[in-house]
Antibody, heavy 117, light 106 residues
Framework: QVQLQESGPGLVEPSQTLSLTCTVS??????????WSWIRQPAGKGLEWIGR???????NYNPSLKSRVTISVDTPKNQFSLKLSSVTAADTAVYYC?????????WGQGTLVTVSS | DIQMTQSPSSLSASVGDRVTITCQAS??????LNWYQQKPGKAPKLLMY???NLETGVPSRFSGSGSGTDFTFTISSLQPEDIATYYC?????????FGQGTKLEI
C-alpha cells in the first residue's frame, strides 16, 4: 500500500527557509485523483493544514501561510516538497505529509522541525 | 475559514464505557466531515470519512453521525487501545481546518 516518508533538516535558523521532502512509495504520485498535502502540529497543539499539490503541479495554500509557502512536485522521483520561508519560532512543529482525497490518508510518520539559532 | 469546535476538550472514561465526542462547524458543511485518532508520538489515523463512513480496517465500535453543523463521534465500548486524541476535520472548502482535539483518558 501507499506509504509516505518525510525528510529534511531538523533544525532551521530564524529567518531562513524550511525545506522538507515527502517520498511516496507503493504507488505513483501521478495515479488517481489525489492531492498531496502538508500538515503541521506544534508540540501539544492541534493540526494545521499548510497546503496541497496535484500531480499536475496545481497548488492550494492556507491563506494564513500563503505568502511564505511553496509546494512543488517531482513526479519522476515520486516526491513532493515544502518550502516555508522567513521562519520564526512559531513555525517549530512536527510536519506531516499525507495523501489528500478530501480526507488525509495515509500520513507520513512526521518530522520535527525546530526553528532556533 | 470554517471554525471546528470539539467538545469536550478532554474526557475520562472507563473500559467498556460508551464515549461520545461532538464537533460543531461554524457554518453548514453538509456531511463533509472526517474523524482522526492520534496516539502519542504518532501520526493521525483516519477513522471515519463523510461523517459516517468507517475507514477500511477500523473496528465497528467506532461510529459517526451528523450533517450540517453538528456532528457526533461515538465509541460504543471503550477499549484500552482507544486512548488517544481525536480530531474532526472538514473538507467543505479551503482551507481545510481541524477541531482542537479531544483527549481521551482512562
Amino acid at each position: 500500500q501507499v506509504q509516505l516518508q518525510e525528510s529534511g533538516p531538523g533544525l532551521v535558523e530564524p529567518s531562513q527557509t524550511l525545506s522538507l521532502t515527502c517520498t511516496v512509495s507503493g504507488g505513483s504520485i501521478s495515479r488517481g485523483s489525489f492531492y498531496w498535502s502538508w500538515i503541521r502540529q506544534p508540540a501539544g497543539k492541534g493540526l494545521e493544514w499548510i497546503g496541497r499539490i496535484y500531480a499536475s503541479g496545481s497548488t492550494n495554500y492556507n491563506p494564513s501561510l500563503k505568502s511564505r509557502v511553496t509546494i512543488s512536485v517531482d513526479t519522476p522521483k515520486n516526491q513532493f516538497s515544502l518550502k516555508l520561508s522567513s521562519v520564526t519560532a512559531a513555525d517549530t512543529a512536527v510536519y506531516y505529509c499525507a495523501r489528500d482525497n478530501d480526507w488525509f490518508a495515509p500520513w507520513g510518520q512526521g518530522t520535527l522541525v525546530t526553528v532556533s539559532s | 475559514d470554517i471554525q471546528m469546535t470539539q467538545s469536550p476538550s478532554s474526557l475520562s472514561a472507563s473500559v467498556g464505557d460508551r464515549v461520545t465526542i461532538t464537533c460543531q462547524a461554524s457554518q453548514d458543511i453538509s456531511n463533509y466531515l472526517n474523524w482522526y485518532q492520534q496516539k502519542p508520538g504518532k501520526a493521525p489515523k483516519l477513522l471515519m470519512y463523510d461523517a459516517s463512513n468507517l475507514e477500511t480496517g477500523v473496528p465497528s465500535r467506532f461510529s459517526g453521525s451528523g450533517s450540517g453543523t453538528d456532528f457526533t463521534f461515538t465509541i460504543s465500548s471503550l477499549q484500552p487501545e482507544d486512548i488517544a486524541t481525536y480530531y474532526c476535520q472538514h473538507y467543505y472548502n479551503l482551507p481545510r481546518t481541524f477541531g482542537q482535539g479531544t483527549k481521551l483518558e482512562i
